[in-house]
């Protein structure tokens, strides 16, 4: 018996035995992971909205202490960032960046931890929303998946391959209801100590995630307000 790439029948019968399929399924399962790293996905694929104060093509020099935080997001090794900066400097735009290269080339569950629920929707109607009107691949992507998410709200959206669910700190059912890879918490200085009683609030969503830990958690916060016991204690 001999293999051969011709449509014979023994290799419509047995598919293994037909090198040219072989070869197409090797090259599929073998295709690398995705190595954009969050710089050069904002550089090449984000727009800054007209409601931000710099609306326009995303260049990280203008910000150049962005840069940092943005290539640990995807640097081996690397499960936690935690920001802390002063206001209106970075801290939510590295968080939406990271969001965006997730959602484009790596697809996973997303969660978004906002104080309160309000701003949680005020996240999702106020940045998520102009980023994706904005951005021409996410504009695509949400638009694809709009026709089949009949259930879309402002605060859980489907996205191909995955979902991003945006949730207050103060909740701890929704800090705790779905398994996720990518936690982004921003503006930790004022979440609760302890979400419903049941604990810190970033301590009930780390625990939502899968192991081994594959996500990152961007805390953001302000120098005057931050309060030691409510950065995150790992
Ligand atoms: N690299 C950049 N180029 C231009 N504008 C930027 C850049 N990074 C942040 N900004 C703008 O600065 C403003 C404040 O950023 P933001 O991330 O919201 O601040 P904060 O640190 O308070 O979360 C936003 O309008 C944002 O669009
Ligand atoms: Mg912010």
Redo the contacts with the bound molecule.
């Keep these: 018996m001999s293999l051969n790439t011709s449509n014979s029948s023994e290799s419509r019968k047995r598919p293994y035995l037909n090198l040219e399929s072989l070869r197409r399924n090797w090259r599929a399962g073998a295709k690398a992971a995705p190595q954009v790293n969050v710089v050069e996905w904002a550089e090449e694929f984000r727009k800054?909205s007209k409601e931000?104060?710099?609306g326009g093509k995303?260049?990280?020099s203008?910000?150049e202490v962005?840069r940092s935080p943005m290539l640990s997001a995807t640097e081996p090794g690397v499960s936690k960032i935690t920001l802390m900066?002063c206001?209106?400097?970075?801290?939510?735009?590295?968080i939406e960046n990271i969001l965006g290269r997730f959602i484009h080339v790596d697809p996973c569950p997303i969660l978004v931890v906002q104080p309160k629920d309000d701003a949680a929707e005020t996240f999702s109607k106020d940045r998520l929303a102009p980023m994706i009107r904005d951005s021409k691949a996410l504009r695509e992507l949400f638009g694809d998946a709009k026709a089949k998410d009949a259930g879309a709200t402002l605060t859980h959206k489907q996205f191909p391959g995955d979902h991003i669910t945006l949730v207050g700190s103060n909740s701890p059912t929704n800090l705790a209801m779905r398994p996720i890879r990518l936690l982004c918490c921003d503006e930790i200085d004022k979440y609760p100590l302890s979400a419903g009683g049941e604990g810190p609030p970033i301590d009930l969503a780390e625990e939502r995630q899968a192991k081994p830990m594959t996500a990152y958690v961007c805390a953001?916060s302000s120098w005057a307000a931050v309060r030691p016991a409510r950065l995150p204690a790992k």
């Design positions: 800054l931000s104060s710099n995303f260049i990280t203008r910000v962005a900066a206001t209106q400097l970075l801290k939510t735009t590295v953001s």
